[in-house]
């Protein structure tokens, strides 16, 4: 168990670039989560995965920001068109079936800067 | 609306000293709680996690918590902090297999 991993940990980008980002879960994990974070703030929820299906999509989550879960394992979440309110810490969480299906495992995290 | 409260921004305490860390919660059904820590650059450690019975829950690092259904709170406590404790801690709730929903944390200073 290598625990969630997050690629790229860090991306600057300029502004109306699109970027994407790469979440791996823990193996076996069949729940994937992104939150967002900003500083000074909690994580706050983007959307999430059961499996390949993504079941539920914040509000945050406006038109230009899309995740996928092709396969069921890893995610990825792209931003198109960032914007310099974007900046901020993108966190993934998994979690799994069975007696610790509440608990969120999360990643380091990538964060991202737009100029 | 379902939130969470942590009145304490920023708390220093000196090495030694015991700790509280406040936790109030707003949900319409029972809860599942928690509470992570974050280190400076990090993603997020999970201490502990209440989700019934035992109203006193003991985590990781000599952390705990209690619950109190009647005051709606789920406060962290430790009886000597260490230096490696200073970090930002988050409370957050859920309901079960859902998005956790956090409070903007506490930051914690540790004074030697």
């Known amino acids: 168990d290598t625990g969630v991993s997050q690629d790229p940990r860090h991306k600057i980008t300029k502004r109306g670039q699109n970027v994407t980002f790469r979440c791996d879960p823990i193996?076996?994990?069949?729940?994937l989560y992104w939150y967002r974070q900003t500083l000074g703030q909690g994580p706050e929820f983007l959307t999430y995965f059961q499996n390949e299906a993504q079941l539920e999509k914040s509000r945050l989550l406006s038109d230009r920001f899309s995740a996928e879960r092709p396969k069921g394992s890893f995610s990825t979440l792209e931003i198109q068109r960032t914007e310099q309110g974007d900046s901020a810490m993108y966190l993934c969480?998994?979690?799994?079936?069975?007696?610790?299906?509440?608990?969120?495992?999360f990643g380091p995290g990538t964060r991202l800067t737009v100029l | 609306a379902q939130s969470v409260t942590q009145p304490d921004i920023h708390i220093t305490v000196s090495e030694g000293a015991s700790l509280e860390l406040r936790c109030n919660y707003s949900?319409?059904?029972?809860?599942?709680l928690f509470w992570y820590v974050q280190s400076p650059g990090q993603g997020l450690q999970l201490l502990l996690k209440?989700?019934?019975?035992?109203?006193l829950v003991q985590g990781i690092k000599g952390f705990e918590a209690e619950f109190k259904r009647s005051q709606s709170s789920f406060n962290l406590r430790k009886p000597s902090v260490h230096w490696s404790d200073a970090a930002e801690y988050f409370c957050?709730?859920?309901?079960?297999?859902?998005?956790?929903?956090f409070g903007k944390g506490t930051k914690l200073s540790v004074k030697p």
């Open positions: 949900y319409g059904a029972t809860p599942y």
């Open positions: 969480a998994s979690s799994g079936p069975g007696l610790f299906a509440n608990e969120q495992f």
């Open positions: 957050a709730v859920t309901r079960s297999q859902g998005n956790l929903i």
């Open positions: 209440y989700f019934s019975g035992d109203t």
């Open positions: 193996s076996e994990h069949n729940r």
